[in-house]
């Protein structure tokens, strides 16, 4: 009927992975903290090109604005 206090909180048993995360993160290998883990590409890549990508995206844009274009491509 009642949960126990480890779970009830959300907690799950399992081994402690901090001592691997310290060792990991302060190995002085030259990779920046962001590329330490294999899994870091899964969330620095799409972010990367979603910056970029609309960085470009408004630069193009605005040019267009200047000359005189209201649109994305075309004349008007």
Same mark, same amino acid.
């Given at each position: 009927?009642?949960?126990?206090?480890? +779970?009830?909180?959300?907690? /799950?048993?399992?081994?402690?992975?901090?001592? =691997?995360?310290?060792?990991?993160?302060?190995?002085h290998?030259g990779?920046?903290?962001?590329?330490?883990?294999? +899994?870091?590409?899964?969330? /620095?890549?799409?972010?990367?090109?979603?910056? =970029?990508?609309?960085?470009?995206?408004?630069?193009?844009?605005?040019?267009?604005?200047?000359?005189?274009?209201?649109?994305?491509?075309?004349?008007?």
């Open positions: 009927m009642f949960r126990t206090a480890p +779970r009830m909180a959300g907690f /799950v048993f399992r081994e402690n992975r901090v001592p =691997y995360y310290q060792r990991l993160f302060q190995n290998d990779k920046r903290q962001w590329y330490q883990t294999s +899994r870091s590409g899964y969330l /620095v890549y799409p972010y990367l090109i979603s910056i =970029y990508g609309l960085g470009a995206a408004s630069t193009y844009a605005m040019c267009r604005m200047v000359l005189g274009h209201k649109t994305w491509f075309g004349e008007k």
